[in-house]
């Protein structure tokens, strides 16, 4: 059984930075697409980013484009997501996710194309 652990998460000041870890166990990283999402307060989950299999591409919602970044370590099994520049709209709890199909990496913008699924960090910006 795959399982996803979510780490790295916690309170921080806006302007500051943290780094996720997502990882992975129960199966071979280098067989999944994976993404980052978040689900803030009494909202929807909603995508972060997303990195092909062998981390040569990646995508990231617009929202924290050029302050977030994704990207893997398959040798160690884990998904990180360097978080920099931070703001209060970016508090939420953050999941990774693992998709098995061999999709395009546009379908991973969408949460029901994965298989698996973390149980969530939380992050808190203060202002």
């Known amino acids: 059984q795959v399982q996803l652990v979510e780490s790295g998460g916690g309170l921080v000041q806006a302007g500051g930075s943290l780094r996720l870890s997502c990882a992975v166990s129960?199966?071979?990283?280098?067989?999944?697409?994976m993404g980052w999402f978040r689900q803030p307060p009494g909202k929807e989950r909603e995508f972060v980013a997303t990195i092909t299999r062998s981390g040569g591409f990646t995508y990231h919602a617009n929202s924290v484009k050029g302050r977030f970044t994704i990207s893997r370590d398959n040798a160690k099994n884990t998904v990180y997501l360097q978080m920099s520049r931070l703001e209060p709209e970016d508090t939420a709890v953050y999941y990774c996710a693992a998709d098995i199909s061999s999709g395009s990496w546009s379908h991973r913008t969408d949460s029901r194309t994965y298989d698996y699924w973390g149980q969530g960090t939380q992050v808190t910006v203060s202002s």
């Open positions: 129960g199966g071979t990283l280098s067989s999944y697409g």
